[in-house]
């Protein structure tokens, strides 16, 4: 094997070293070239192939020496197998009643050495393509039904039952036990599935059993002629992995992938699929940003990688693009994450933030029609973590800040109006009065079936998320269709993949975060309307009125189209041989339409103009096209298997947009009210031309396979792009990867050890290759020009004029080179498996916009000038087990990655303000540290305000907080700053538990994050937040007393005090929080219908179930919600990041119901 191994290496590193010596710029371009990238690919795979086929064309032999005395049945399997290749199938009840083989063999064929050892054994075999099939010996029918008739002087006739059995596909089970229900009469299946056997009467029931398949009773009835689909196990079944062009064994893989299968995302009212990924894979880290409908999740894979986009790269159905969002859960089969560049390198330049596979479901050969429906129907309740204060104990409260600020302000409540207020009792706090309950609903419905040459899935999915603001209705419908055909003509076979989504969105016309934080800030004892239908304005929302904007401020609406389709042909050239043609194409049609209205404030303050009011509409049209050219070549010679693919393929994109905008319209007719009026404002019309944007990526791909008894793998993939995105020099890049497996477990000194009884395989892989990533915007190679209308004033007027975005010719790929070692395990006889991986990842070269003087006078661009290292681990752990009464399985997982910044533009660090606090990009710390100072306490008395550092030109008093002299100087200011947390999570895990028990079901699903550094800022920490708000909550209320001087915050003041300024306005570890979190994600108890009541009603299957989302929430933190996040997957920081000013958690409470037909 060592000879092997090596042989295998030279001829990889050889047809690596061809290949790379005569690739040359294939870009399409380059008309002289076209083509000449098909022969490099094609001369690469001849020679890669021919290499490969040098080592092991010796041949195997087919013939058998044994000599065993009283050996086990088993052993003596595994020498043949390892002789042959032959593999072997059965089950360990049935070994059980083997005897002990004693037998002495030279040469013997193979069905020889099976006559001899099966001798005198109650076993028989049957071989299949070099599979064989150990069984029991079955009786004949006729001897139990002789002894029947000795039994009883009255028995009815027997009744002949002829049938065949086959498998999902429509391919004969061979071997398969059949046997009646309760007696011993019983027979199997012959080579064509077909079996023959006599039952007592109609009332009696056919057991169907065989290995890797699901076991069946089927009611004989007035049938007397049956065809039987079995169904895979699926915990006997050899699983298949959906891997980049195709698909692997799962026990061949070599790299970093998980699996979610349906099951994960069924049963949850989630809107999308990224929310429903949550939790379901190690590493896979997914933040909600908003619960508002329409909204969408930050998703990343093993954490943050660069500096730029974080996003996967996301393949539908083989497809490279697409949206996750605009996907219908239950059209999906499964999801396949891939990790490291052993799996992730065939799709190059896109792969370096890992790939998400979608698998949509299709129909099945051995179904002659099934109808299945899943609906679920939901309360969704907007869970308001803060709570503030009653409406008294508030206007006391900000009394004592007053005081406390020593400024002379009077304070602003007098005793009567707080005892006023108390006697009173609360109005409604205006943030529980503009969010309501509100209803969402899902429904599915699809048919899927097939026959011999054809199969069909045909699905149509409704969804409804009203919004729980109040006024018009708001909210997200989508509307999703699909069509999966494939039809088979000879050795051609055509597969079509046709979808439709339209999504339509109602809004607001208004910022969301303004009115939830403007509403949050409005203390118990204000009204947002009076009894005359005003809506009022007050001492904190002087002008504005939230109410008033959601019930009559106009509207936003989304009117959004999606078409995804695609056509495969996949071409038999001879057996092993397959030549696939792909084309898919994505096209988006977005149209927006916006009005606000006016409305007005009482006693002042207004929304929109009272002019009339403003529209826009804006529309954009986006095209992605992807063909792709694929040759496969599989072949096995004795126990080697050989898997080959090539292809080329080009992904082209085209988007086009524009937008107008018009002031004081009509309501109703969109007409010019006040033609004066709107004549004299330069603004009334604003128009933007249409803008359109193109790129193109065109790729050679390959992948060679090996494996040997099914107990060593090695695999190489490659993948050469180029991108318009690049200038010529740099615009081509290679990103190969090499990875390999170790099956530990199928080694015969495993075999004989005392360990296999506990952990029954092992099998070791590791994986090393590079990815890329062209994640820029387009034409930065190039000088760009662009206008703008207010360029510079020239005699008392606005001008318009041109700026210009520098070109760098030098822009080129990023690179992230990876390496994956991990081990697969199974325990106790399958019941549990676990893998567990390490990780190193290096991102060079990464693209960012170094900071330039502001006297540069042109827009930024990219450079390459930044490296950032990640490195982390992960555990998934698998236990299934059924009993007599109960069955259970949980699945757990967990992973954990750190990032480090290695290298910056010289060396510089970047210092970015997110207002109380900032963000440091520096060498040697996590991508965007949080800086500040950290506390040492607080001001007791007047002996620490004159010996403790403090800073300079400020006053303190005592409950003031006391800052960290990290330089030891005696004054505390810039110098004195620590790096106080990483905000990205850490040690995410998912925890999921079912149990069932007779037709009931109980599903737990738990979801969160084992460490974060957690950055809040405005008014959530700071009492009255710099005057612009008067409430103060609950979890405040810990703060710096004579009789409480180890509180939480400090002392209470107002905005511009100098204990404000001390306390507030100097960022500080006073804003960070433990964001760890554990969340009860979903609950789901269901009830199914015993399969034959369900039978009698024209059934397959009859679920009900209800469910229950993000029901409860363990944290330190009880006054925001813990998955919030300031940064999008481009790390750019919102405006009300982290501050509680969001939509709200959704609380979900649910009834589900599941229809097989």
């Known amino acids: ?84 290749g032959y593999g072997f199938v059965y089950t360990n009840y049935v070994l059980q009643k083997a005897n002990p083989v004693t037998v002495h063999i030279s040469n013997a064929s193979i069905e020889e050495t099976m006559e001899l050892c099966l001798k005198d054994q109650p076993l028989t075999y049957s071989i299949t393509n070099k599979m064989i099939s150990i069984s029991e010996k079955k009786p004949s029918v006729e001897a139990p039904l002789k002894t029947m008739e000795l039994a009883t002087t009255i028995t009815a006739p027997p009744i002949a039952i002829a049938g065949k059995v086959v498998d999902e596909n429509g391919a004969a089970v061979q071997g398969a036990s059949v046997v009646v229900k309760g007696t011993t009469i019983g027979v199997s299946t012959n080579e064509v599935g ?48 959906v891997v980049g062009y195709g698909t692997q064994r799962k026990v061949s893989v070599t790299g970093g992938v998980d699996v979610v299968k349906t099951q ?111 609906g679920i129907v939901s309360a969704v309740h907007p869970h308001i973590w803060p709570k503030a204060v009653p409406g008294y104990e508030n206007m006391i409260l900000k009394n004592e800040a007053i005081i406390n600020a020593n400024t002379g302000q009077v304070p602003t409540y007098t005793p009567a109006e707080i005892q006023a207020q108390k006697d009173r009792g609360d109005y409604e706090w205006f943030l529980d009065e503009i969010l309501k309950d509100a209803i969402q609903q899902n429904h599915n419905l699809s048919i899927s079936g097939g026959k011999d040459k054809s199969t069909y899935m045909i699905s149509a999915g409704y969804m409804d998320q009203q919004s729980n603001f109040v006024g018009p209705k ?27 989504t339209h999504t339509d969105i109602n809004d607001h016309s208004f910022n969301t975060g303004t009115l939830i934080v403007d509403a949050e800030r409005t203390p118990k004892y204000y009204q947002q309307k009076d009894s005359l239908g005003r809506y009022l304005t007050n001492d904190v929302l002087t002008e504005f009125n939230p109410l008033g904007i959601l019930e009559k401020g106009g509207y936003r609406q989304y009117d959004n189209d999606n078409i995804f389709g695609s056509i495969n042909a996949d071409l038999e050239i001879f057996k092993g041989l397959h030549l696939k043609g792909i084309f898919g194409a994505n096209l988006t049609m977005n149209h927006q339409y916006y009005k606000t209205d006016y409305v007005p404030f009482y006693p002042k303050g207004q929304y929109g103009n009272i002019a009339g009011s403003s529209t826009g509409d804006a529309n954009d049209k986006n095209l992605y096209t992807n063909p792709q050219l694929l040759l496969e070549y599989s072949k096995s010679l004795g126990q080697h298997r050989i898997t080959a693919m090539a292809g080329v393929t080009n992904e082209s994109y085209t988007g086009k947009s524009n937008k107008v905008g018009y002031k004081y319209a009509s309501p109703d007719l969109g007409l010019q009210i006040d033609t004066t009026k709107a004549s004299l404002d330069m603004n009334s019309l604003a128009t933007t031309p249409q803008t359109t944007t193109e790129n193109s990526l065109n790729s050679f791909i390959g992948r060679l396979s090996y494996s040997f008894a099914d107990k060593y793998f090695a695999e190489f993939n490659f993948r050469e792009d180029g991108s318009s995105k690049f200038a010529k020099d740099h615009r081509w890049g290679f990103f190969p990867s090499i990875s390999g497996a ?45 206008t703008f209308a207010n360029a510079y004033g020239f005699n008392n007027n606005v001008v318009t004029g041109a700026g210009f975005n520098t070109a760098n010719p030098d822009l080129r790929w990023e690179v992230a080179q990876t390496f994956n070692i991990g081990a697969d395990l199974t325990f106790f006889k399958g019941k549990l498996t676990g893998s567990f991986d390490y990780f190193h990842k290096l991102t060079k070269d990464i693209l960012m916009r170094p900071p330039l003087p502001g006297t540069f006078g042109g827009g930024q661009v990219d450079f390459n000038v930044a490296s950032v290292k990640n490195r982390g681990w992960e555990v998934s752990l698998n236990y299934n087990t ?71 030109g400020l006053d303190v008093v005592p409950g003031d907080i006391s800052y960290k002299d990290k330089n030891g100087d005696g004054v505390i200011d810039d110098q004195d700053r620590f790096v106080l947390g990483n905000p990205f999570p850490r040690y995410t895990f998912g925890f999921n ?62 905005g511009g005090s100098a204990s404000n300024t001390n306390n507030y306005r100097k960022g500080s570890d006073l804003y960070i929080f433990d964001g760890a979190y554990a969340r009860l994600k979903n609950v789901q108890l269901g009830y199914s219908l015993p399969s034959n009541v369900a039978r009698k009603i024209g059934m397959q299957k009859c679920r009900a179930y209800l469910t229950g989302q993000n029901l409860l929430t363990v944290t330190k933190n009880s006054f925001i919600d813990p998955e919030s996040t ?16 969001l939509y709200p958690t959704s609380v979900y409470y649910g009834f589900g119901l599941d229809l097989i037909f």
């Not at 023959?196 to 065989?210: E, F, G, H, Q, T």
């Not at 708000?1029 to 915050?1049: C, G, T």
């Not at 300031?1126 to 000013?1141: I, M, P, Q, T, Y």
């Open 742 to 786: 170790w099956r530990l477990g199928m080694e015969d000194f495993y075999a004989a050890s005392d360990i296999k009884n506990y952990i029954n395989d092992v099998k070791i892989r590791a994986s090393y290759g590079s990815l890329g990533n062209q994640n820029v915007s387009n034409y930065q190679w190039q000088t760009t020009y662009f």
């Open 882 to 952: 059924s009993g007599r009464i109960f069955r259970h399985s949980i699945n757990f997982n967990i992973g954990d990655t750190h990032n480090e910044i290695v290298k910056m533009a010289d060396g510089k660090p970047q210092i970015n303000g997110l207002e109380e606090l900032q963000v440091i990009y520096a060498e040697g710390l996590p991508i965007a540290s949080y800086v500040g100072y950290k506390r040492d306490g607080y001001f007791q008395n007047l002996n620490d305000i004159k010996n403790k550092p403090k800073f300079s």
């Open 1 to 84: 094997m060592f000879w092997i191994a090596c042989k295998a290496k030279s001829a990889i590193a050889l047809g690596s070293r061809v290949f790379c010596a005569m690739r040359k710029d294939h870009y399409t371009q380059k008309p002289d070239n076209k083509g000449s990238g098909h022969l490099h690919v094609k001369f690469t795979f001849i020679i890669l192939f021919g290499c490969l086929l040098q080592i092991y064309a010796k041949g195997l032999s087919q013939t058998v020496t044994l000599s065993e005395n009283k050996a086990s049945l088993e052993s003596v399997f595994k020498k043949i197998k390892k002789q042959t």
């Open 993 to 1054: 538990y079912t149990l069932g028990w007779k037709g009931f079901d109980l599903g737990i699903f738990i979801q969160g994050v084992g460490k974060r550094d957690f950055a809040i800022r405005g008014e959530l920490v700071e009492p009255f937040h710099v005057n612009y708000s008067y409430v103060m909550f609950e979890h405040q209320l810990d703060y710096w007393r004579p009789d409480n001087i180890n509180a939480k915050y400090p002392r209470l003041a107002v």
């Open 194 to 241: 077909e079996f023959k056997v006599n039952v007592p009467d109609n009332k009696a029931i056919l057991v169907i059993s065989s290995v890797s398949f699901e076991t069946l009773e089927v009611p004989v009835g007035n049938q007397t002629v049956l065809r039987i689909p079995m169904r895979k196990s699926q915990e006997k079944i050899e699983e298949v992995v």
């Open 474 to 500: 708001k909210g997200l419908r989508r509307y999703n269709f699909r069509m999966n055909l494939s039809n088979e003509v000879g050795k051609l076979k055509f597969t079509t993949i046709l979808a439709y």
């Open 1126 to 1141: 300031e940064f999008d997957n481009k790390l750019n920081a919102g405006n009300g990041a982290n501050s509680g000013r």
């Open 264 to 374: 994960a995302l069924q049963g949850r009212p989630n809107v999308n699929v990224t929310q429903a990924l949550q939790g379901t894979a190690p590493s896979l880290i997914v933040q909600q940003k908003s619960f508002e409908p329409g909204q969408g999740a930050n998703i990343n894979i093993r954490g943050v990688g660069t500096l730029g986009n974080n996003d996967p790269l996301v393949v539908i159905d083989g497809i490279i693009g697409g949206d996750l969002n605009l996907l219908n859960p239950n059209d999906i089969e499964s999801i396949s994450i891939l990790k490291d560049a052993g799996t992730a390198a065939i799709y190059g330049s896109r792969s370096a933030n890992g790939v998400i596979l979608v698998t949509t479901k299709k129909g099945s050969k051995s179904d002659k029609g099934t109808v299945t429906y899943n």
